[in-house]
């Protein structure tokens, strides 16, 4: 993945960008990503809503009823003005809003190019500030657990899943991680509004098992909760916690937490 520069884009150039072609045959998207939005309780990290943008209008064609309690919006209102360049963005706090906006064209940019070369989608992790229900703006984690890709190879229809951070004192910047497990290797690139470069990151190597755990350890469960979950031994486990604190040079869940969301690993 080669370092890109994070440049500002503003809303009116980020529909230009993100635009595709509409494909030959009808999609419902909520059907196609019927299996993600089964599965997003067991992928979030905290409170959460969802939404599916179809990027060949643009406009959004679902959401979920948790969407009305985490923003100041109701569903109704979110189909209806979605085609508005402006709405998306103005739900983002004006001095993240066309970093965001950069970071997202540069995610839906990099599944493209790594849908045609036939590689494994990329995971994104975007964090930026939005409004809770009574337009107080927290930290929210966006991220595209799933991509409908048409015949020419464009993403047009995108899942895409908000979460609420409000509950974790870590993050303090505007911020987006992508993590590449094309070969089995997590590698970690991240770009920031102060480097304005996507740049690798020097991690540890932390295996898949090992984020399974640590999304455990964030979303609240214990030890017995997480042997239940990943069926796993309890002793188990208790190594794999082991590990990752030497690995991450923390001594408690907490400080393992704070390392966790400092990197945006999650």
Same mark, same amino acid.
């Not at 045959?25 to 089964?38: A, G, S």
């Not at 739900?91 to 849908?115: C, F, G, H, P, W």
């Given at each position: 993945?080669?370092?890109?520069?994070?440049?500002?884009?503003?809303?009116?150039?980020?529909?230009?960008?993100?635009?595709?072609?509409?494909?030959?045959?009808?999609?419902?998207?909520?059907?196609?990503?019927?299996?993600?939005?089964?599965?997003?309780?067991? !992928?979030?990290?905290?409170?959460?809503?969802?939404?599916?943008?179809?990027?060949? %209008?643009?406009?959004?064609?679902?959401?979920?009823?948790?969407?009305?309690?985490?923003?100041?919006?109701?569903?109704?209102?979110?189909?209806?003005?979605?085609?508005?360049?402006?709405?998306?963005?103005?739900?983002?706090?004006?001095?993240?809003?066309?970093?965001?906006?950069?970071?997202?064209?540069?995610?839906?940019?990099?599944?493209?190019?790594?849908?045609?070369?036939?590689?494994?989608?990329?995971?994104?992790?975007?964090?930026?500030?939005?409004?809770?229900?009574?337009?107080? !703006? %927290?930290?929210?984690?966006?991220?595209?657990?799933?991509?409908?890709?048409?015949?020419?190879?464009?993403?047009?229809?995108? !899942? %895409?899943?908000?979460?609420?951070?409000?509950?974790?004192?870590?993050?303090?910047?505007?911020?987006?991680?992508?993590?590449?497990?094309?070969?089995?290797?997590?590698?970690?690139?991240?770009?920031?509004?102060?480097?304005?470069?996507?740049?690798?990151?020097?991690?540890?190597?932390?295996?898949?098992?090992?984020?399974?755990?640590?999304?455990?350890?964030?979303?609240?469960?214990?030890?017995?909760?997480?042997?239940?979950?990943?069926?796993?031994?309890?002793?188990?486990?208790?190594?794999?916690?082991?590990?990752?604190?030497?690995?991450?040079?923390?001594?408690?869940?907490?400080?393992?937490?704070?390392?966790?969301?400092?990197?945006?690993?999650?």
């Amino acid at each position: 993945m080669e370092m890109q520069e994070l440049k500002p884009l503003n809303p009116q150039d980020f529909r230009k960008k993100i635009k595709t072609t509409k494909s030959q045959e009808k999609v419902d998207f909520e059907v196609f990503f019927q299996q993600q939005i089964i599965n997003s309780s067991n !992928f979030a990290v905290g409170p959460f809503y969802w939404f599916i943008p179809d990027n060949s %209008v643009p406009n959004t064609v679902a959401a979920s009823a948790s969407f009305e309690l985490l923003t100041p919006h109701s569903v109704s209102e979110l189909l209806d003005k979605s085609t508005d360049p402006n709405f998306f963005s103005n739900n983002i706090l004006e001095e993240d809003r066309q970093y965001v906006l950069a970071a997202i064209e540069i995610a839906m940019k990099t599944s493209d190019e790594y849908y045609a070369a036939q590689k494994a989608i990329p995971k994104f992790n975007i964090y930026c500030r939005m409004p809770n229900k009574y337009w107080k !703006f %927290v930290w929210r984690l966006i991220q595209f657990p799933a991509i409908y890709f048409n015949e020419i190879g464009q993403a047009e229809g995108v !899942f %895409v899943m908000v979460t609420d951070l409000s509950h974790l004192p870590y993050i303090n910047k505007p911020m987006m991680t992508i993590i590449d497990n094309d070969n089995k290797v997590n590698q970690y690139f991240s770009v920031s509004v102060e480097t304005q470069f996507l740049k690798p990151l020097k991690l540890p190597k932390i295996t898949i098992r090992e984020q399974q755990l640590i999304k455990l350890i964030v979303k609240g469960y214990n030890n017995p909760l997480i042997s239940k979950e990943l069926k796993i031994s309890i002793n188990t486990v208790q190594n794999h916690k082991r590990n990752l604190r030497e690995k991450t040079n923390t001594k408690t869940s907490a400080e393992l937490i704070a390392y966790v969301m400092q990197h945006n690993l999650v």
